[in-house]
C-alpha cells in the first residue's frame, strides 16, 4: 500500500523531496559562505537568499541548456551518419568482409526498424514534465527556506513547553547537520566530477562538452551504475563524432580516470563516516526508487536512504536499525 501510494503520488512527491533535498545543500552552503571574508558578514537571511537566487539561477541555465543541446543533436546528426559510414567501412576492410557493409544496410536493420516519430511526443511531454518538475522545485525551495526561520518556535509550541522543546531543537539540529553535511560535499564531490570531465571532453573536442559534463555530475549521485553510464554516452557520441576507435576509446579512458579519483580517491577522504551504507541497501534502495520513480528515482535513491540512516542513527530507540542498515555498524 505505501508503494502504491508512492507511484500514485510521485507528481506531488517527487518535486518536494528533491526540494527539501535542495534546502540541505543550500543552507549548508550558505552556513559555509561564513568563512568568506565579505560575504559572511551578511545577515543569515542575505546569505540564504543569496544561494537561492544563485540555485534558482542554476535550474533555469539547466532547462536552457537541455533545450538547446536537444536542437544542435538534431542538426548535427547528418554529419554523425557519415562518420558511422566512413568507420564502419573500415572495420570491414580490416576485417576482410566481402560487399563491405554501408551505414545505409546496418542502418535498414537497426535504426530504422524503430518508429522514432512515435516517441516524439512522448518526448515533449517527458520535457515539459522535467520544466515543470524543475519549477516546482524551485518554488518549493523557496518556501521551505523562508519558513526555515519560524520552525523553532512551532516545534516549541507543538512540544507544549521550553524544555521539550529545546530538546528537539537540539536532535533536529544535529540531524540537520549530518545530512545538510553529507549532501553537501556529495554535490560538491559531482561539481569537481563534472568540471574534470569538462576539461577532458574540452581537450578532446567532443562536441556539447558542457552538457555532457552535467549529465555526468547528476549521474554520479546514482552509485555505481551512475558513473558507467554517465562515460558511456560521451564515448558513443565521440564514435559518431570523430569516426574513430583511438578517440572513443581515448575518451573512455580518460573519463574512466577522472571517476577513478573522484570515487576512490576524493569521495572517501571527503565523505567520512557521512556516506556508510550497505552495499546491499543501496542495490536495495536503487531498486525500490527507480521502480517507482525511473531515472529521477535513481537519482534521489542515495540521498534518501542516506538521509533516513542518518534519521534513525540520532533517534535512540531506532538507532538498531540505522546499524543494520550501515556498512560498518557505525553510524
Not at 50 to 66: K, S
Not at 87 to 103: K, Q
Not at 130 to 146: D, E, N
Not at 287 to 311: D, E, K, R, Y
Amino acid at each position: 500500500m505505501i508503494g502504491w501510494l508512492l507511484w500514485i503520488g510521485k507528481p506531488v512527491l517527487l518535486p518536494v523531496l528533491a526540494a527539501v533535498i535542495s534546502v540541505y545543500i543550500l543552507l549548508t552552503a550558505a552556513q559555509s559562505m561564513r568563512h568568506l571574508p565579505i560575504l559572511g558578514r551578511l545577515p543569515a537571511w542575505v546569505q540564504r537568499t543569496v544561494i537561492l537566487l544563485g540555485f534558482t539561477f542554476i535550474v533555469i541555465m539547466l532547462f536552457i541548456l537541455v533545450i538547446n543541446n536537444l536542437a544542435q543533436v538534431a542538426a548535427a546528426l547528418p554529419r554523425y551518419e557519415a562518420n558511422l559510414e566512413i568507420l564502419i567501412s573500415r572495420i570491414a576492410n580490416i576485417l576482410g568482409i566481402e560487399g563491405e557493409p554501408t551505414w545505409e544496410n546496418v542502418r535498414s536493420v537497426t535504426l530504422d526498424q524503430v518508429d522514432f516519430r512515435s516517441w516524439i511526443a512522448p518526448a515533449l511531454l517527458s520535457l515539459r514534465a522535467f520544466g515543470v518538475t524543475l519549477f516546482l522545485v524551485v518554488l518549493y525551495a523557496s518556501f521551505l527556506t523562508a519558513e526555515r526561520g519560524a520552525m523553532a518556535r512551532k516545534v516549541v509550541m507543538a512540544l507544549g513547553g521550553e524544555e521539550a522543546g529545546a530538546r528537539a531543537i537540539s536532535l533536529l539540529t544535529r540531524i540537520n547537520e549530518r545530512i545538510g553535511q553529507y549532501l553537501f560535499v556529495k554535490t560538491v564531490l559531482n561539481v569537481i566530477l563534472g568540471a574534470l570531465s569538462f576539461v577532458i571532453l574540452l581537450v578532446l573536442g567532443i562536441e556539447f562538452a558542457l552538457f555532457w559534463a552535467v549529465l555526468i555530475a547528476f549521474l554520479n549521485y546514482i552509485p555505481y551504475i551512475g558513473s558507467m553510464i554517465g562515460v558511456i554516452f560521451p564515448v558513443l557520441l565521440s564514435l559518431a563524432q570523430f569516426g574513430s576507435l583511438g578517440m572513443a576509446g581515448a575518451a573512455m579512458v580518460s573519463l574512466t580516470a577522472a571517476q577513478l579519483f573522484v570515487g576512490a580517491y576524493l569521495e572517501p577522504r571527503m565523505m567520512g563516516r557521512a556516506f556508510n551504507l550497505s552495499p546491499f541497501i543501496v542495490l536495495l534502495a536503487l531498486a525500490f526508487w527507480s521502480t517507482l520513480w525511473g531515472l529521477p528515482g535513481a537519482l534521489l535513491a542515495v540521498p534518501l536512504t542516506s538521509s533516513l540512516v542518518l534519521l534513525l542513527a540520532e533517534i535512540k530507540p531506532v538507532r538498531p536499525i540505522a546499524i543494520l542498515l550501515s556498512a560498518n555498524g557505525k553510524v
